[in-house]
């Protein structure tokens, strides 16, 4: 592979952006510039604000609305946001071709944030589950000796490095992959440097991902829940450190420029391997809906006070070595940090 297209060799990716280059630095500490928002936006045609009522106080946005929700965040310091879309009017598909349609809700808004919020860091949220007919993250293949059809490893990895195209054409800082096949980082970054982009887009790989049972309000936020069986033969099961380990090795050899580990607060431990393992490298933790949700019921139990909950929440994912979290706390943290 020559130098031009040798993935490895390219760090302009990981630090082109204002806050990229925090990323770079070990975050030790709870700040502004170590979060990330994540957001739901729809393919409603109406402005449309929808409470999620699996995730207490998140709510889905039209791409109209964005904007004007976003605004005072920034203003208080928000610094990056991660989109998810989630379609209703757009058609699912067995190979999610609503995935890179220039309908897509996540298409359609980066551009839009981009030019409102010239310094926010767009991520999105690279998956195929929100727009395949059956709900999991890769695309099928019939087995003709059984008859049975399987998740395609390759023809999943052809079909996210276009959607992964797409949104880094549209204008995304970063392509986060969070479908969990084989290869899939090494495959965008090269499909990002053939076509130009291979400085200018970062890749935030899922790469220890388990097969968790914290994800279902997110699945009921996104409507992405598998229509049959599960997420087991590609997710991680969570019994196994070393496969997560080989995971996280994998991604960083393939040239992410930031791994994942998630869920968050049941993988602290995880989160400190990596950490130890990869000195060199910005390791993200994702607190996903399950534990959002947890921490919500509880506090609207009166079970523990929220800021000293998700304050202490933090701190264990940072002590454990990350830099960068991910939390549908952050406006209510945007008022505490
Ligand atoms: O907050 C969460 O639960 C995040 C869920 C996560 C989003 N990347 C996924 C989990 C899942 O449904 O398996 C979506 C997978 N592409």
């Known amino acids: 592979m020559s130098a031009s297209t040798n993935q490895n060799l390219r760090l302009h990716s990981g630090f082109f952006h204002p806050t990229l280059r925090k990323w770079q630095s070990r975050l030790t500490s709870p700040s502004l510039d170590s979060l990330i928002y994540p957001l739901f936006v729809t393919d409603s045609d109406t402005p449309l604000v929808e409470q999620i009522e ?84 890769g695309i099928f293949s019939e087995d003709p000796n059984s008859n049975e059809s399987y998740i395609d490893n390759q023809k999943s990895i052809d079909r996210i490095t276009e959607v992964a195209l797409k949104y880094a054409q549209s204008g995304a800082h970063v392509v986060a992959p969070s479908d969990m096949m084989d290869g899939r980082v090494g495959a965008i970054k090269q499909k990002l440097i053939v076509n130009g982009l291979g400085s200018r887009v970062a890749v935030m790989a899922y790469s220890a991902k388990f097969a968790s049972s914290f994800y279902g309000p997110f699945r009921d936020a996104a409507k992405s829940a598998p229509s049959f069986g599960d997420r087991s033969t590609y997710q991680l099961p969570c019994t196994s450190a070393g496969l997560a380990m080989r995971a996280l090795k994998r991604d960083v050899d393939e040239g992410a420029d930031v791994i994942m580990i998630k869920p968050g607060m049941p993988y602290l431990d995880i989160v400190r391997s990596a950490r130890d393992r990869f000195p060199d490298m910005p390791v993200a933790v994702y607190q996903v809906s399950g534990e959002y949700a947890m921490l919500m019921h509880a506090v609207n139990k009166g079970t523990f006070d929220l800021e000293k909950a998700v304050m202490e929440s933090l701190i264990a994912f940072h002590r454990a070595g990350a830099d960068i979290v991910i939390s549908y706390f952050v406006p209510f943290l945007l008022d505490k940090l």
């Open 54 to 137: 699996s995730l207490p106080g998140q709510k889905r946005y039209s791409v109209d609305v964005l904007v004007d929700l976003l605004r005072p965040l920034v203003e208080k310091g928000l610094k990056s946001v991660i989109l998810f879309g989630v379609i209703n009017r757009l058609t699912k598909t067995a190979d999610a071709l609503s995935a890179d349609s220039d309908e897509n809700p996540v298409v359609k808004v980066i551009p839009i944030l981009r030019k409102s919020f010239p310094d926010l860091l767009i991520c999105c949220d690279l998956c195929l589950c929100a727009y395949t007919s059956h709900g999991h993250c």
